[in-house]
């Protein structure tokens, strides 16, 4: 079943080429179905490139879905075009009287910052609370899933030594897990990082179940209320080339660049990626789509608690 997402979004051409089944909005109103609402609130610089890394993944399910663009009003992007913030996004004050079955919340580029110097703490923090009454399942990345679990638990976050930057071997914790359902004895994860969360402080809260881990990158997954709440340190979603883009960007304007790990085959940046990490991620996606949203929220969609 297609992807439900706004008329003219760039990502549609990319995921068309891709054979991937989207339907804008204007084919699906002929539909006479209770679609699944989703909505991102997009922190990445390039917003267009992590809008179809993420429709790639969700559209990998039977299901259909409305996909909802969330923006802050405390902060302005520099690297997308204002004409499409204004076309595709809504404010949290728009949107903040509805109801969602799933959210994605994604990193952002601002992890050497303490929590609250971050210039949107205090509306992101807004988000935050608002996700835990409004929606039935949230997916919190990379910069996101340490903030939330700050927010939510106090799980203090560390600069690390050096960037976490590589694709990393993820062990399963808890393979009966439905969101792990089909998943191999372990997987691989892109991170991109300059901080980290400890397993320590993670296994000493009750509230928090810690299902997927790596003894070089940590605590990769951390699961709270029971499905409702998901914190992703890496990036499943990434596309096979956006390691290589980060690296080469960065090269000689830092002096704290080095080549992503597990990354390159034969560890030549000349060469491709090897990919390994897209099968799992197209399969946790589902899986959460389908056991933590679909088979959870109410088909009365107020009904949410």
Known sequence: MPLRIPDKLPAINALKRENIF???????????????????????????TTETDLIRLLSNTPLQMDVTFMKLKSHTPKNTP???????????????????????????????????????????????????????????????????????????KYALPKKKFGIFKQYVDDPLLPIFRGFDDYFY??????????????????????????PDSGPSIIMARDGREFFITGHLEYAPDTLDKE?????????????PVNYYRNDDPSDKPLVRWRAH?????????????????????NKIE
């Open 247 to 259: 690296y080469k960007r960065d090269l000689g304007k830092r002096d704290d660049v080095e080549m």
């Open 82 to 156: 204002i004409e499409h913030m204004m076309m595709f996004y809504k404010d949290f004050d728009e949107l903040s009287g509805k109801k969602f079955d799933g959210m994605i919340i994604t990193g952002a580029p601002v992890e050497l910052l303490e929590y609250e110097e971050v210039n949107y703490w205090d509306e992101v923090t807004r988000i935050f609370e608002w996700a835990k009454s409004h929606v039935t399942s949230t997916l919190y990345i990379c910069w996101a899933a340490q903030a939330g679990l700050y927010y939510h638990y106090g799980i203090p």
């Open 189 to 214: 994860m892109p991170h991109s990082r300059h901080t980290e969360i400890r397993r320590g402080d993670i296994t000493a809260d009750n509230r928090l179940k810690l299902i997927a881990e790596s």
């Open 281 to 301: 991620a197209n399969l946790l996606f589902s899986n959460w789509i389908n056991y933590y949203v679909y088979q959870e929220t109410p088909y009365d969609i």
């Open 22 to 48: 989207v339907m804008d909005t204007s084919r699906a109103h002929a539909q006479d179905i209770r679609p699944l609402s989703i909505v991102i609130l997009n922190l990445m610089p390039l917003k267009i």
